[in-house]
Nanobody, 115 residues
Framework: QVQLVESGGGLVQAGGSLRLSCVVS????????MRWYRQAPGKQREWVAA???????DYGDSVKGRFTISRDNAPNTVYLQMSSLKPEDTGVYYC?????????WGKGTLVTVSS
């Protein structure tokens, strides 16, 4: 059974930084894509960043220049370095991976940015 466990969330002041981690465990063949999403209170889940097996990165417009996604392959871990945080970055951050035609999700980690 594949499990994704996020960590690193917390309370931070505007302008501060946080680093999120997501460790993937369980029986999984290969991961083609690793992504971060977030969901603010009362809003729909929003894509934040993605990284491919070859290291190609992409970001949502609202986080470009402030967030950096990276990954390690042993163990399968994806990171999200968040800088210059804003109150509108507040939300639950979810890790997502794609393996074959399957998507797997973590349970999320809460990030709260105070003004």
């Amino acid at each position: 059974q594949v499990q994704l466990v996020e960590s690193g969330g917390g309370l931070v002041q505007a302008g501060g930084s946080l680093r999120l981690s997501c460790v993937v465990s369980g029986s999984i063949r290969s991961i083609s894509l690793m992504r971060w999403y977030r969901q603010a209170p009362g809003k729909q889940r929003e894509w934040v960043a993605a990284i491919t097996t070859s290291g190609i990165r992409d970001y949502g417009d609202s986080v470009k220049g402030r967030f950096t996604i990276s990954r390690d392959n042993a163990p399968n871990t994806v990171y999200l370095q968040m800088s210059s945080l804003k109150p509108e970055d507040t939300g639950v951050y979810y890790c997502n991976i794609r393996s074959g035609n399957m998507d797997y999700w973590g349970k999320g980690t809460l990030v709260t940015v105070s003004s």
